[in-house]
Every structure is written in C-alpha cells, then in structure tokens.
C-alpha cells in the first residue's frame, strides 16, 4: 500500500529562521513528488521533482529528492510571517501526505 | 483567467437529501480530481478522470460518484449524504497524467451533514 509520511506535523519558529520539512514516501510507478503550500484556502503548487539530488530553488525555498532512500526534504531560509502554512507533499500528485503545519512568529 | 471553479462555496444539508457539487476548468485540461481535506488526514483522493468519460475510483470513494461527460466539468455526486461526509472538498485538474504536471485547485467547498 501506498505511504507517504511528513514530517514534522507542526513546526513553530521565529522570523528569519531556517527550517527542513521532510517527506518520506512508498509508491508504486514512481514519477515524480510535489511539494505545495496551504494557506487558508486551496494548495498552491511549489516544485515537482522527478531526479534525485537536483535541487529546485525558487527564492527562500529549496527542494530535494532522494529516489533510493525515497525521500524529499523542503528547506525554507530567512523565514518570513508569509511562510506560515501547511506544507503538502504528494509523490505522483495523487496520495498527499498529511502535511506539516508550519507558524513563523515575528 | 486559468481557474478552476466550484460551486457552492458552502453548503449545509440534510442526511439523505442528494446534492452535487460542480467543479469546471477553462485550461482544457485533461486530468482532474476530487479530493476531501479532513483535519490531521491531509488531502484524500476521492475519484480523479484521465479524459472525457475516463473516471476511476480514488482512495475514498464510497458514497460518492462522478461523472465526465465534457472535459471541462467534473461534477461530484453524493447520492445520499450521510455526516461522515462532512468537510472541505477541493476540485483539481492538470494538463495530463497526474505526476507529469502541477495541478491547479479550485476554491474549496466547505460541506456540513446534519
């Protein structure tokens, strides 16, 4: 059966902070895994990563995939108030993990 | 504008009284999807459609159908609602094969059964 687990599932930190969220996952045919941010509202998309070891930066963000050791880490530098969310994952954008809830305090 | 839209935006019903939930898309798109966000459960795939009259059974399907008879709208059914069906519902759709794009979300709609 399919798995993906993040981790971890709430995370409280301070302006300009540096922070890892991690998702682990267990699927069959594997394509790709992509990361996505919640607001109060809808998801929005953030990366999709098919290599292993190819980062994927977009400002602050960074993502990373570990195809053998199955796993994908987001790294989000000099946190802002505007990073507060939950973070998805979700390996071939069907099974999403719970999330990780993510507070950036002034 | 690329969108993806639902309607309604909330709804408050009864146990039994069949409703449906439309969403639609204007990117003509191939691939979309439903799912249900419960708290503490993440995003749980309820049926998803590879193409006009192509659907298939997500992860939570029971009590619920759907039908794709256009590409741009992906309707979902529930039948005969029942108060486990009570939460955040989020239409998707994306350019194909899930896993090979991005998908786009709609706004949500937020269901309560009482």
């Known amino acids: 059966e399919d798995k993906v687990v993040q981790s971890p599932l709430s995370l409280v930190v301070h302006e300009g902070d540096t922070v890892t969220l991690n998702c682990s996952y267990e699927v069959t045919n594997f394509r790709s895994l992509l990361w996505y941010k919640q607001e109060k509202k809808a998801p929005t998309f953030l990366f999709m990563l098919t290599s292993s070891g190819i980062e994927k930066k977009s400002g602050r963000l960074s993502s990373i995939l570990d195809k053998k050791e199955l796993f994908s880490i987001l790294n989000i530098t000099a946190t802002q108030t505007g990073d507060s969310a939950v973070y998805l994952c979700a390996p071939n954008d069907m099974r999403f993990g719970a999330g990780t809830r993510l507070t950036v305090k002034p | 504008e690329a969108q993806v839209t639902q309607n309604p935006r909330y709804l408050i019903t009864v146990t039994g009284k069949k409703l449906t939930v439309t969403c639609s898309q204007n990117?003509?798109?191939?691939?979309m999807s439903w799912y249900r966000q419960d708290p503490g459960l993440g995003l749980r795939q309820i049926y998803y459609s590879m193409n006009v009259e192509v659907t298939d059974k997500g992860d939570v399907p029971e009590g619920y159908k759907v039908s794709r008879k256009e590409k741009r709208n992906f309707p979902l059914i529930l039948e005969s609602p029942s108060p486990n069906q009570t939460s955040l519902y989020f239409c998707a759709s994306s350019l194909w094969l899930a896993g090979t794009n991005e998908q786009f979300f709609g706004p949500g709609t937020r269901l309560t059964v009482l």
């Open positions: 990117m003509n798109h191939e691939y």
